[in-house]
Each structure stands twice: as C-alpha cells, then as structure tokens.
C-alpha cells in the first residue's frame, strides 16, 4: 500500500479527501493529515508518505518554497498541489520544481482521481530504479536530490537569507527554518552547491561587509565587527585575519583607505 498525506487548512476538505477518494482501490492507504505547513512537514518527516495531496497558501508555511523543501528532502515523494491560487506562472515554476499535478480548486471527482493515477504511474516507473540503485542506505536518492532544481531553488532561498541577516546571531537552524528543511539537509546542500559550511558561508559575508565599512576611517573596527554581528573582539579578529590574510587594522592601513584615496585622486 502506497502511503499518503493530506495536508489543507480547511478541515472540510482534508475530511472530503481522506472519506471521499477511493484510496484501497488505488492500493493507497492515508497515513495522516495535517492543517498547517509546519504540522504537515512534522508528519511527512514522520511517515515519510510516498504521496501528499496538499495546499500551497495556509499559515505558518506555503508557497514554492515549501514545494522546493519537499521536493528536495523527499525526492521520490510525489505531490499534487490543491490550491485556490490562480497564477500560471506560480504553477509552471511549481511543475518545474517536481510538483506533479497543480489542481484549482474547487476541483471535480475526476480531476482527483486522474492525478492520483499520474501520481502512481510516477511511484512505479520509479519503483525498479530504486531496487536497482539503491542497494544500502539511499545514497543515489541524497544525489538525486542535491542535484534537483529543488534543491538549488533552496540553496539560493538561503543565502539571500544569511546575506539579508548576516548581523543577527544567525545560527543554521534559522536558516533551515526559514526554507522549511531540516539542518542536516541544508548543510549537506550548502557544501555540496558552494563548498563551503554554513559558518564559512557566514563569515565571508560578514567580512566582506567588513571591509567595506573599513573605507570609513571615522569607524572604530570594533564597532564594525558588532555591526557585522561579531560581539567577540579576539574571535573576529581570528576570522578576519584567515579569511583575509592580514588583521583588519593592517587591512584598513594598507589597503582599504589607501585604494579610497586612489579612486578620489583619479576622479
């Protein structure tokens, strides 16, 4: 039996789709339902469902970046979207990310019915692949998925994040949370498109933020590194001297102002 989650905001339709679809005759059997993003992605982790019938729009959660996290940790997971948000190009960037049916509500019988077969077409094309590559722990599943348009759809949401709040006490788990993955996942993506880890990714942006603020000479450096987001004098001169070479005095002394003075003298 082929597993499936319902996830809407609107308990008369997550009732509807659980009590109305003929799920044994599909050899599918309802795992669970949930009512928002966030109990829907705890349950999905949980039962690790081979099929979600969800909404895109609901609190605490919606929008491509949740197709995104999904796709990206639950690769062979197939997923229909059953929303009231009528946009085309919303749905084309949503197939494009792995959705395979992007239905309007309210949608008929027959609709449902034809997108749970694509959905199960999809599960057993997949079916003897799986058998034939994954003899251990699922490794060609975790490549599949770094390798996805979802997961770089990810990768991209998060870095604009740490970029945006690089001055916070940023830790990985809010950056996980903020694109709806667990932190493993995202550190195993973030090395993986970037080569780096998430303090490394981190650091880089907070020192190039670094030296920009050293062209300001009335700036006292350890003013710069709290505005940068480090509260730690020694710990951000340890980063900045291995991330740039030399100390950030040195830096600003020999290169930052110097380089300014230039600019305004060819100017």
Same mark, same amino acid.
């Given at each position: 039996?082929?597993?499936?989650?319902?996830?809407?905001?609107?308990?008369?339709?997550?009732?509807?789709?659980?009590?109305?679809?003929?799920?044994?005759?599909?050899?599918?059997?309802?795992?669970?339902?949930?009512?928002?993003?966030?109990?829907?992605?705890?349950?999905?982790?949980?039962?690790?469902?081979?099929?979600?019938?969800?909404?895109?729009?609901?609190?605490?959660?919606?929008?491509?970046?949740?197709?995104?996290?999904?796709?990206?940790?639950?690769?062979?997971?197939?997923?229909?979207?059953?929303?009231?948000?009528?946009?085309?190009?919303?749905?084309?960037?949503?197939?494009?990310?792995?959705?395979?049916?992007?239905?309007?509500?309210?949608?008929?019988?027959?609709?449902?019915?034809?997108?749970?077969?694509?959905?199960?077409?999809?599960?057993?094309?997949?079916?003897?692949?799986?058998?034939?590559?994954?003899?251990?722990?699922?490794?060609?599943? &975790? /490549?599949? @998925?770094?390798?996805?348009? =979802?997961?770089?759809?990810? %990768?991209?949401?998060?870095?604009?994040? $740490?970029? +945006? #709040?690089?001055?916070?006490?940023?830790?990985?788990?809010?950056?996980?949370?903020?694109?709806?993955?667990?932190?493993?996942?995202?550190?195993?993506?973030?090395?993986?498109?970037?080569?780096?880890?998430?303090?490394?990714?981190?650091?880089?942006?907070?020192?190039?933020?670094?030296?920009?603020?050293?062209?300001?000479?009335?700036?006292?450096?350890?003013?710069?590194? &709290? /505005?940068? @987001?480090?509260?730690?004098? =020694?710990?951000?001169?340890? %980063?900045?001297?291995?991330?740039?070479? $030399?100390? +950030? #005095?040195?830096?600003?002394?020999?290169?930052?102002?110097?380089?300014?003075?230039?600019?305004?003298?060819?100017?």
């Amino acid at each position: 039996m082929y597993k499936v989650v319902i996830i809407d905001d609107e308990p008369i339709i997550v009732k509807g789709l659980e009590k109305t679809v003929k799920w044994k005759e599909f050899g599918c059997a309802v795992a669970g339902t949930a009512y928002n993003g966030i109990e829907g992605m705890e349950l999905i982790r949980k039962e690790r469902p081979d099929m979600l019938i969800s909404d895109i729009c609901m609190p605490r959660m919606g929008g491509l970046s949740m197709i995104a996290a999904l796709k990206s940790e639950f690769p062979n997971m197939e997923i229909t979207i059953l929303t009231g948000y009528r946009d085309f190009d919303y749905a084309q960037q949503s197939i494009r990310l792995g959705v395979c049916r992007f239905l309007l509500k309210p949608s008929k019988m027959d609709e449902l019915n034809e997108a749970i077969r694509a959905m199960l077409e999809r599960l057993e094309e997949k079916a003897p692949r799986q058998k034939e590559d994954f003899p251990e722990d699922g490794a060609q599943e &975790e /490549k599949e @998925g770094l390798e996805s348009a =979802a997961s770089s759809f990810i %990768v991209k949401n998060a870095l604009a994040f $740490i970029e +945006a #709040n690089y001055a916070e006490r940023l830790k990985l788990a809010d950056v996980a949370d903020n694109v709806y993955v667990s932190q493993w996942h995202l550190s195993k993506l973030l090395n993986k498109y970037t080569g780096q880890n998430f303090s490394e990714i981190l650091n880089h942006v907070r020192m190039e933020k670094e030296k920009e603020l050293l062209e300001t000479p009335s700036l006292r450096i350890g003013d710069i590194a &709290e /505005k940068v @987001g480090f509260l730690d004098m =020694a710990h951000f001169s340890r %980063v900045f001297k291995k991330q740039v070479g $030399i100390s +950030a #005095n040195e830096y600003r002394n020999t290169v930052s102002i110097p380089q300014k003075k230039r600019e305004k003298e060819e100017i």
